[in-house]
């Protein structure tokens, strides 16, 4: 379902996203430039590092989690399926992690008109494109890992976060404190995009991970106003004055006096930072909408 001059943001075919409008026609993302496949990267090379052994590090924890947690609960109920499935996704970006779990029969036996039990099924979704490092990973899986404790142990399928996600959060937090596991309801290991950028009206915020929004070329979807960039913050253009550079001079000497130990980079930073809150408070309405919508899409709960 591609809409011609349009372009989605977030999610695949999720029309309750916003979109970004191509100003110009054509409607594709313009091409991001190519990167030198020879430039040394540490920052690449240990990513490559993780890249190679985070499947069998999401594995081992998850096991891990369920001995200490669950007594191996849900190892158990998910072993006819063949136990809980680690799926990594390219094309989850609303979320870093989703737990998905359904009950089923047996089928062949049914045929046979054999009796059958429940079986237990299980996956927890990673996206590929957020969990970068281990202590990402570890979160991101106890996060999942207590929606299913929820389902599957407490019998909770139509509240995600409520009482029961808390108890097994807590549970995670308290048992693994010490290898910086923290369980909440909210996501604070949330994607951290390199690029954002935010509608000048709105302030709705669009987040990429490469550099892939033309400002020239793409205006807000909700409300087809400009956008600017807000991170990395761009250096300032030949002639116009963007509404983010005002707040710059505004705020840049204040901001510089209450940081004096800090760098210009650091300064500017926070500087950014405090732009996109300002922003953020000014679009809380719409973005409360939104918010509540990608925390739906944390999890999928199909009970049958
Ligand atoms: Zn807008
Ligand atoms: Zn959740």
Redesign the pocket.
């Known amino acids: 379902m591609t809409l011609p001059n349009f372009l989605h943001v977030g999610e695949n075919g999720n029309p309750s996203q ?1 979109l970004i409008v191509d100003i110009n026609a054509g409607g594709l993302d313009p091409p991001s430039p190519k990167k030198s496949p020879h430039k040394q990267d540490p920052q690449r090379a240990a990513r490559r590092a993780f890249d190679l052994i985070k499947h069998r590090l999401a594995e081992q924890w998850l096991q891990e989690l369920d001995d200490k947690i669950c007594a191996g609960k849900i190892a158990a109920k998910t072993k006819a399926t063949g136990g809980v499935k680690i799926v990594w996704s390219k094309n989850l970006q609303v979320t870093a992690g989703r737990a998905r779990w359904r009950k089923d029969l047996d089928k062949n036996k049914i045929s046979r008109g054999e009796e059958t039990e429940e079986r237990h099924v299980a996956s927890i979704e990673l996206a590929e494109k957020v969990i970068d490092d281990a202590d990402r990973l570890r979160n991101v899986v106890a996060h999942e890992f207590c929606h299913l404790a929820t389902y599957m142990v407490s019998g909770v399928k139509n509240n995600p976060h409520g009482k029961e996600f808390k108890y097994w959060g807590s549970q995670c937090s308290k048992a693994f404190r010490d290898q910086n596991i923290i369980v909440t309801t909210k996501h604070s290991y949330e994607i951290s995009y390199k690029y954002i950028w935010e ?6 915020e669009y987040k990429r991970q490469s550099k892939s929004v033309d400002i020239n070329r793409h ?7 400009r ?1 600017v960039q807000t991170k990395p913050v761009p250096r300032a253009a030949s002639g116009k004055v963007s509404e983010y550079q005002l707040f710059v001079k505004e705020n840049f000497r204040r901001l510089k006096a209450e940081h004096s130990n800090l760098t210009h980079g650091e300064v500017m930073e926070k500087m950014g930072k405090l732009y996109r809150e300002r922003k953020k408070e000014a ?1 809380v309405t719409q973005r409360s909408n939104i918010d509540a919508l990608t925390h739906q899409l944390d999890v999928v709960v199909l009970d049958d």
Not at 199 to 204: A, D, Q, R, S, T
């Open positions: 916003p509608c000048v009206e709105c302030g709705y205006s807000c979807g909700i409300c087809k106003a956008l679009a």
